[in-house]
């Protein structure tokens, strides 16, 4: 569970820095109402709201601009996971190495981190708009390059490194963008929520859909679905988005190397303390719960459960996400959001503490429903780190963020398989729910004391020169 990814406008916040003012929204966003319990806001022509006022996911959907990302996000997300599958069954077919085929699964995490510190910069430094179609046409390249008959195995799984390193520098700067397109406040969470709720949609459509497609093409037939859709994806982006000027266009953001850029935005993100604590918190409880999702097979087999319950099992964590984050965005208000994000945090690990009686496969799918809907937290815990974060910092900050949330559930789900060669399945499951909860408690407590008001500026830098990013 993500992906992308992964708290409301009325609560205690980190209030943005001072120079870190955000563009004056469009007209047509203006006009549109907070869709949680604060004020409305109306551009200074705009007719006051009558009933009919859209409030909630549909005035996220009356932006247009939001509109064009999310048919994009959707189409470059379905042919990204086709892709995977098609190109794992391709390298399979080529070698008969389950090994190469399994590595090309996980080349798809690994090189996040090296994308999302390296190249972090590029998210600041250059137009949204610009850095959006640019990383879209360069993974149909990539992609295009796989269907050519004589590109060699390596080079096969070279590509596939290459798009997984670009990609967090697409999330990133999309993540960043929303803010310009919806504003940093409810409707900036809840456009958030809609394009997590299509990731984990994805994962369960993308599969299904990319299966069907290599029953009637070959592997490199299949692959070719995800070229169009990338192209598509970059016209969306290009035609129906408006084109704003780069976020570092003076002092530390606009000169020196990529490099030096992108590293110096990871030191001052990090160094910040209520920045790394917002970050931990999406990071820590995601790197836990996908133990059950990692051990999915060999639990099926332990307990005796029929070939279908495999599926089963890694659907029950999405289910319960989507459904939780669908009523918390659309029936909490701003405030209510904010206020469950710590609570359900610190518990939202504790349902797969029902491992420990080694569970049947009805109780097992309830217990990871429950855990995937205890991840709704997210949808408040977003507007906290996007009012804790410097407008000018915002494009490495959300990189940064996307690169750390697939890495370390990718080392997540590699430490569970470790720890299940020395202990029983079940145990390892149980186990990560303890281990995550603790760090979840420490996490909710390092949260509370970086609150505004309960620290000082020293304490919030912790060594970081926040000052540089505010001139």
Same mark, same amino acid.
């Given at each position: 569970?993500?992906?992308?990814?992964?708290?409301?406008?009325?609560?205690?916040?980190?209030?943005?820095?001072?120079?870190?003012?955000?563009?004056?929204?469009?007209?047509?966003?203006?006009?549109?109402?907070?869709?949680?319990?604060?004020?409305?806001?109306?551009?200074?022509?705009?007719?006051?709201?009558?009933?009919?006022?859209?409030?909630?996911?549909?005035? +996220?959907?009356? +932006?247009?601009?939001?509109?064009?990302?999310?048919? @994009?996000?959707?189409?470059?997300?379905? *042919?990204?996971?086709?892709?995977?599958?098609?190109?794992?069954?391709?390298?399979?077919?080529?070698?008969?190495?389950?090994? $190469?085929?399994?590595?090309?699964? @996980? =080349?798809?995490?690994?090189?996040?981190?090296?994308?999302?510190?390296?190249?972090?910069?590029?998210?600041?430094? #250059?137009?949204?708009?610009?850095?959006?179609?640019?990383? &879209?046409?360069?993974?149909?390249?990539?992609?295009?390059?796989?269907?050519?008959?004589?590109?060699?195995?390596?080079?096969?799984?070279?590509?596939?490194?290459?798009?997984?390193?670009?990609?967090?520098?697409?999330?990133?700067?999309? /993540?960043?963008?929303?803010? &310009?397109?919806?504003?940093?406040? &409810?409707? #900036?969470?809840?456009?958030?929520?809609?394009?997590?709720?299509?990731?984990?949609?994805?994962? =369960?459509?993308?599969?299904?859909?990319?299966?069907?497609?290599?029953?009637?093409?070959?592997?490199? %037939?299949?692959?070719?679905?995800?070229?169009?859709?990338?192209?598509?994806?970059?016209?969306?982006?290009?035609?129906?988005?408006?084109?704003?000027?780069?976020?570092?266009?003076?002092?530390?953001?606009?000169?020196?190397?990529?490099?030096?850029?992108?590293?110096?935005?990871?030191?001052? +993100?990090?160094?910040?303390?209520?920045?790394?604590?917002?970050?931990?918190?999406?990071? $820590?409880?995601? /790197?836990?719960?996908? !133990?059950?999702?990692?051990?999915?097979?060999? #639990?099926?087999?332990?307990?005796?459960?029929?070939? @279908?319950?495999?599926?089963?099992?890694?659907?029950?964590?999405?289910?319960?996400?989507?459904?939780?984050?669908?009523?918390? %965005?659309?029936?909490?208000?701003?405030?209510?959001?904010?206020?469950?994000?710590?609570?359900?945090?610190?518990? *939202? =690990?504790?349902?797969?503490?029902?491992?420990?009686?080694?569970?049947?496969?009805?109780?097992?799918?309830?217990?990871?429903?429950?855990?995937?809907?205890?991840?709704? #937290?997210?949808? *408040? =815990?977003?507007?906290?780190?996007? &009012?804790?974060?410097?407008?000018?910092?915002?494009?490495?900050?959300?990189?940064?963020?996307? !690169? *750390?949330?697939?890495?370390?559930?990718?080392? %997540?789900?590699?430490?569970?398989?470790?720890?299940?060669?020395?202990?029983? +399945?079940?145990?390892?499951?149980?186990?990560?729910?303890?281990?995550?909860?603790?760090?979840?408690?420490?996490?909710? @407590?390092?949260?509370?004391?970086?609150?505004?008001?309960?620290?000082?500026?020293?304490?919030?830098?912790?060594?970081?020169?926040?000052?540089?990013?505010?001139?």
């Amino acid at each position: 569970m993500p992906t992308d990814s992964p708290a409301p406008a009325d609560t205690p916040r980190t209030p943005p820095a001072p120079a870190a003012q955000s563009p004056a929204p469009p007209p047509e966003r203006a006009a549109l109402p907070d869709p949680g319990s604060g004020p409305t806001l109306r551009g200074p022509d705009a007719p006051k709201s009558g009933p009919a006022t859209p409030r909630g996911y549909r005035a +996220v959907f009356a +932006v247009a601009e939001f509109r064009a990302v999310f048919a @994009a996000h959707l189409l470059s997300l379905l *042919g990204v996971v086709v892709s995977e599958l098609a190109l794992t069954v391709l390298v399979y077919d080529l070698t008969g190495s389950p090994l $190469l085929s399994a590595l090309t699964f @996980a =080349l798809g995490l690994l090189p996040y981190i090296v994308g999302g510190t390296l190249f972090a910069g590029v998210a600041d430094r #250059y137009p949204a708009r610009r850095v959006l179609v640019v990383c &879209d046409l360069l993974c149909a390249a990539c992609v295009a390059e796989m269907l050519v008959p004589a590109t060699p195995v390596a080079g096969l799984l070279a590509l596939r490194c290459l798009v997984a390193a670009i990609a967090p520098v697409f999330t990133g700067t999309r /993540m960043a963008a929303l803010t &310009d397109i919806l504003g940093e406040g &409810d409707l #900036y969470v809840l456009g958030r929520s809609l394009l997590r709720i299509v990731s984990q949609s994805a994962m =369960l459509i993308g599969f299904g859909t990319g299966g069907v497609l290599l029953t009637v093409l070959s592997p490199r %037939g299949a692959i070719t679905v995800t070229v169009v859709t990338f192209l598509c994806s970059a016209a969306l982006l290009r035609f129906g988005t408006q084109d704003r000027p780069a976020r570092a266009t003076s002092g530390e953001g606009a000169g020196g190397t990529l490099l030096k850029e992108s590293l110096s935005g990871a030191r001052l +993100v990090l160094g910040d303390r209520r920045i790394r604590a917002l970050m931990l918190l999406f990071w $820590l409880p995601a /790197m836990f719960v996908v !133990a059950p999702e990692a051990l999915a097979a060999p #639990y099926a087999d332990a307990i005796g459960a029929p070939s @279908a319950a495999l599926g089963l099992l890694l659907c029950a964590m999405a289910v319960g996400h989507i459904g939780a984050e669908l009523f918390v %965005g659309s029936a909490l208000s701003p405030r209510n959001r904010s206020r469950i994000v710590l609570p359900v945090a610190a518990v *939202g =690990l504790l349902p797969l503490l029902v491992y420990a009686v080694r569970p049947g496969l009805p109780l097992a799918l309830a217990a990871l429903a429950l855990a995937g809907a205890g991840a709704a #937290y997210v949808i *408040g =815990l977003d507007q906290w780190f996007v &009012d804790a974060v410097p407008q000018e910092l915002r494009g490495r900050a959300m990189t940064l963020l996307t !690169a *750390g949330l697939m890495t370390v559930q990718g080392l %997540g789900m590699a430490l569970a398989g470790l720890a299940a060669e020395f202990f029983p +399945v079940h145990q390892v499951v149980a186990g990560s729910g303890i281990i995550g909860t603790v760090c979840a408690l420490l996490l909710v @407590a390092e949260v509370r004391r970086t609150a505004p008001g309960q620290m000082s500026d020293t304490e919030g830098r912790d060594g970081a020169d926040r000052h540089v990013t505010s001139r």
